[in-house]
């Protein structure tokens, strides 16, 4: 059994309802269910996409920043919402983090309603290969958000990582994943595209 499975894929955006309309018009999803992360002072928009889900995720101006740097780099996003993130999850973090270069940063233990995880967060927000690094999760108990989800519809075909260390990054992580769990493409300007499988057909993302 691999080390490091695929869990989810992540969006970022300055404003949550940016983020939901981008869902609708890049994706066509419209029922997406809403979570905040007080240790964080975050919100999300998540659906499920059968094994897998996906997060479009947001600084909470209604929240309390926290005293130390937002995950998935959040306090220096800007722009359009974007693919901006992936994220593995594992059954041993110590093991994980032991067997990933270093940087991948200091497990966090957090918890909303009947979900209880562990992840992984940098001190200063920022994954390596600056940023395009998967973050990694680790789920406690048996619950998982797929379990309560609404399904999408849409399924995962690809996820490519364009990126300058694309190489190392391949040769690091490509061990202990799938095959197949992600295609690294050497590229000057990094970047995530995802393709997706749907009932009216493929939907691309980046």
Known sequence: MALLELDHLAASCVSLPEGGEMLKRRLGVDTVIRGEHPAMGTHNLLCGMGPLYFEVIAINP??????RPRWFNLNR?????????????TDDMDAALAALPAGFGTPLALQR???????????????????????????????????????????LARLTLHHPNAVEMAEALGPLMPKDTAQFMPSDTPKMVALFDGPDGQKRLE
């Open 62 to 67: 209604d929240a309390k920043g926290p005293d």
């Open 77 to 89: 996003f800007s722009g359009p919402p974007r693919l901006t993130n992936w994220i593995l999850r």
């Open 113 to 155: 309603g009947d979900l209880r995880w562990k992840m992984a967060v940098p001190d200063d927000g920022v994954l390596p290969w600056g940023g395009w690094a998967p973050a990694i999760i680790e789920w406690g108990g048996d619950t998982h958000p797929t379990q309560t989800l609404p399904d999408c519809g849409l399924r």
